[in-house]
């Protein structure tokens, strides 16, 4: 059974350009949520998605977006990037919220903004 | 709000020992509290999952406990080997948010010595 798939796995961007992750659930889950982690904030809730919808979003900027589409895969796009965007962007699956929710999480793709 | 921490932020230990990481909230309304395992530069691997309802789980080596009215999770690592080096994060999922949002302490990073 394929886990979260993050692609790519690497990016250099430079300022002021803007840049979308992808995230591939594993197959079956529904609900998709993106995560930052930096060595001094840790890792913070960007957003949730739920068949298509976003369903909650944490305390980040508008240049920050994510879409959800119908096969469950999901992008984050973060525009006029700044220096302090560097960081891992993590993405985590689950069935759905329920009682047995479990979050899966990608490898992660860290970003590098120059 | 919701705060999640995690004491010690650091442990070193020979190999053989048995272990305990430390994870406190400040509020015991959740619907589950999850431990998860991160190696460098890489994703987060779910180790336990732990329902409100439920006091302990358990994976092989590892016993993850929850005391939900003092708001206080323990994982319990048994004869400790070299490949357990990693940080481990408690996560939990805050109810009211409806949502699988997962807030997460800072981490432990665990060093063991053979």
């Known amino acids: 059974k394929a886990g979260v798939t993050q692609t790519p796995r690497y990016l250099i961007k430079t300022r002021g350009q803007q840049v979308t992750l992808s995230c591939s659930p594993i197959?079956?889950?529904?609900?998709v949520s993106w995560y930052q982690q930096t060595p001094g904030q840790g890792l913070q809730f960007l957003f949730e998605?739920?068949?298509?919808?976003?369903?909650n979003k944490g305390n980040f900027p508008g240049r920050f977006s994510g879409r959800q589409f119908s096969n469950s895969r999901s992008e984050m796009n973060v525009s006029t990037l700044e220096l302090g965007d560097s960081a891992l962007y993590l993405c985590?699956?689950?069935?759905?919220?329920?009682?047995?929710?479990?979050?899966?999480f990608g490898q992660g793709t860290r970003l590098t903004v120059v | 709000k919701q705060e999640v921490t995690q004491i010690p932020a650091a442990l070193s230990v020979p190999e053989g020992e048995n272990l305990v990481l430390n994870c406190s909230f400040t509020?015991?309304?959740?619907?589950?509290l999850q431990w998860f395992r991160q190696d460098p530069g890489k994703g987060l691997t779910s180790l336990l999952l732990?329902?409100?309802?439920?006091r302990e789980q358990t994976s092989g080596r590892l016993n993850a406990s929850l005391d939900k009215s003092s708001g206080r999770s323990t994982l319990y690592i048994a004869a400790s080997q070299p490949g357990d080096s990693a940080t481990y994060l408690c996560a939990v999922n805050p109810l009211g948010s409806n949502t699988g949002k997962l807030i997460f302490g800072q981490g432990t990073t665990l060093q063991v010595k053979p």
């Open positions: 197959s079956g889950h529904r609900s």
């Open positions: 985590a699956s689950s069935r759905e919220r329920g009682p047995n929710t479990e979050a899966f």
């Open positions: 732990i329902q409100s309802s439920q």
């Open positions: 998605y739920f068949s298509e919808t976003q369903r």
């Open positions: 509020d015991s309304a959740i619907y589950n």
